[in-house]
């Protein structure tokens, strides 16, 4: 690594620091990190000679990339620290200290942070590891650091991480043990994980992808990734934010800013550490379909965060982001000199759910007037191999200019008698000055570096494969998708909390903290929702007798302890005609389900007349709070998995927007001469439940499934609801 020396007498640089004074007006308050990252001043304590050590690799990186104030090493052992004189303690520094970067063994940290409160230093990065990760005495050893930051007003990046980066020419700042330093741009980039973050800088700067900021930030013990947002959130030269995480810290807070940065500025993240493990441990259908990576997905959609897949992905959609427009609608023409690449294209972007642009009778007549016969005019466009730079000339300025296309993929297989270059650069010249983004893929061996370069250089996202650029596509639209996402309103009902907070009390409860069911329907009937006329019986008898009073046809459902899941075991039979089948019915189940649950009990429903099963239910996230869904229900919906998944506080937008988001949302429609169910009753009973959730932080999961969907006219209601609430 490039070194400078320093003037021995200055102790560090050329720029002194009273001459550099940093910004205090930005963001304020908890916003204001300039004095991590446009300190005028550095102290590195734990400073090495060791060049194999982080010490020595901290100032070094410091000194090498530039930065533009004094740099102090510290260490009590050393008198020179990479040709610069090093100071035995903080306190020896004659001058003041904006930024302390503390490399030395945990057990000594609490004492190091306290000199740098008596020193005024205002922010310091723990690189040392040793703490929370660890737990025992390094969770202890953590908090104690957290007390003398917070009494002493030092904000904190760390423990346990990497460092900091700032590429502004007026800092030039490498505070971290990173070999290699991003190019300069106009990213914010937040890694949780040192190691992955060293890594990502490696590759960001590969492709050409310029960062302005970038924190490791280790435990998160003070500064997390919802404080770098919000002080990245007021720096005009940070344009777009990437994060990696592997948990998060304060959820609403992140929520708050992120959805203020929402349409301002792009934040992609991608999210580690997915898990079923939740999903296994639940006991409804709610709880098993909106798991934890469910809750996570839907936090980041709802606050307007771009989730990537992978690392991969998101430096795709951060280069389309920072130099395409974002597209006005969805819909993607395809242009291919190939059919395979273009039906690839073509999948990928129906898998992401995307639609392909339809062409106006004009463009068709324009395509078909340059296009050979055997090309295709329809979408995706196939020039067919011959195509050359003036086929795809004439094709693309026809199609960019249909106001039915908002985005276009371009695809362009390189045979060897085709001028790559000259494609490259007809692409570059029809395609801007649209407003529409332009995506490219150029395969085959004879692509030629200077085609890429070409489109590169002009801001034209260029890839080897067509389900790549594809993807890069979906997320230009996805992210137009949630800046134009209606979020609606707060919707309240009048209803009976205090009733129902009395049949809560004195509720049965299992062992698995699962209500009775005559507690559940009183309950929901409380908060407005309705079920479906329901007798709860305990012998064949009285059966006979209730279905009498409900009106046949009649479903007999046992309840008990264990029961869960009741078609699965027997514990539902629908549809029954008169009292001998229902007194047949309840005995069969007393035969085959008594041992195995005690105090059997058994339901006589009267049959609902809606004609759509529905699932509508809430789990309770211990981090996000209550995680709606709404899908289709009854007995296959863990087979179909078509459910929609929201994180509550829920606004009168949401459940209308849950049923839209279905894959099989034409079945609410009407189809076949049957009518569509009232979807305004089905958002009602969704909303209710909100209500429900928000009143009662301690019912951890309730399902009404299947709710029994009616058009106008016709009852929507529930046949049959759990309640559980926080086991005793």
Known sequence: MATRKRDPGAGASKTSASKRKPSRKRGGGATNLDCLFRPRSIAVLGASRNPQSIGYEIVANLVGQGFAGPVFPVNPKAKVVHSIPCYPSLEAIPEPIDLAIIVVPSLLVPKVVRSC??????????????????????????????????????????????????????????????????????????????????????????????????????????????????????????????????????????????????????????????????????????????????????????????????????????????????????????????????????????????????????????????????????????????AGPERYRKVLRTVVRDPGVDSLLVLFVSPVMIDAEAVARTILEETQGHGKPVVTCIMGKQRGDEAVELLKNAGIPVF???????????????????????????????????????????????????????????????????????????????????????????????????????????????????????????????????????GLQFEVQAMAKGHRELLLGFTRDPYFGPLFALGLGGVHVEVLKDVVVRLGPLRDVDPLQMMDGLRGRALLAPYRGAPGVDKAKVQEVLLRLNQLALDFPEVQECELNPLIAGEKGVPTVAVDARIRVQSP
């Open 117 to 386: 409160a008596k020193k005024g230093v205002k922010g310091i990065v723990i690189i040392s590891a040793g703490f929370r990760e660890i737990g025992g005495k390094g969770t202890a050893l953590e908090e104690e650091v957290v007390r003398i930051c917070k009494k002493a007003g030092i904000r904190m990046i760390g423990p346990n991480c990497m460092g900091i980066l700032n590429t502004e020419p007026e800092v030039r700042m490498n505070a971290s043990f990173a070999a290699s330093v991003p190019i300069p741009g106009n990213i914010g980039f937040v890694s949780q994980s040192g190691a992955l973050g060293e890594a990502i800088l490696s590759d960001a700067r590969e492709i050409g992808l310029g960062i302005r900021m970038f924190a490791s930030v280790g435990n998160r013990a003070d500064v997390g990734a919802d404080d770098l947002c919000e002080y990245w959130a007021n720096d005009p030269n940070v344009r777009l934010i990437l994060l990696y995480l592997e948990s998060f810290g304060e959820a609403e807070r992140f929520r708050r800013i992120a959805e203020e940065l929402k349409c301002k500025k792009p934040i992609i993240a991608v999210k580690s550490g997915r898990t079923v493990s939740g999903a296994r441990a639940a006991g409804s259908h709610t709880g098993s379909i909106a798991g934890e990576d469910k809750a996570v997905e839907t936090f980041l959609f709802q606050t307007g965060v771009l989730r990537a897949e992978s690392l991969r992905e998101m430096f795709n959609m951060a280069g389309a982001l920072l130099h395409q427009p974002i597209p006005q609608g969805d819909r993607v023409a395809v242009v291919t000199n190939a059919g395979g690449p273009g039906i690839l294209a073509t999948d990928a972007l129906e898998g992401r759910r995307i639609p392909l642009a339809t062409f106006q009778a004009s463009t068709r007549k324009r395509l078909a007037a340059v296009l050979p016969p055997e090309a295709s005019i329809q979408n995706p466009i196939d020039l067919i191999a011959s």
């Open 464 to 598: 080897s494969f067509p389900e790549e650029a594809a993807d890069t596509i979906s997320g230009l639209i996805r992210y137009r998708q949630m800046c134009a996402r209606e979020t609606g309103v707060p919707k309240t009902y009048r209803v009976q909390t205090r009733k129902a907070r009395r049949l809560l009390g004195k509720a049965a409860v299992d062992s698995e903290g699962w209500l009775e069911g005559s507690a559940v329907r009183g309950i929901l009937a409380e908060y407005g929702i309705p079920f479906v006329s329901t007798v709860q019986v305990s012998s064949p008898e009285e059966g006979v007798a209730a279905a009498h009073r409900v009106g046949f046809p009649v479903a007999v459902k046992a309840t008990g302890a264990g029961l869960v899941h009741k078609t699965d075991q027997g514990a539902v039979v629908v549809g029954l005609l008169n009292g001998d089948e229902v007194y047949e019915t309840i005995q069969n189940m007393r035969r085959r389900l008594g041992r195995r649950h005690p």
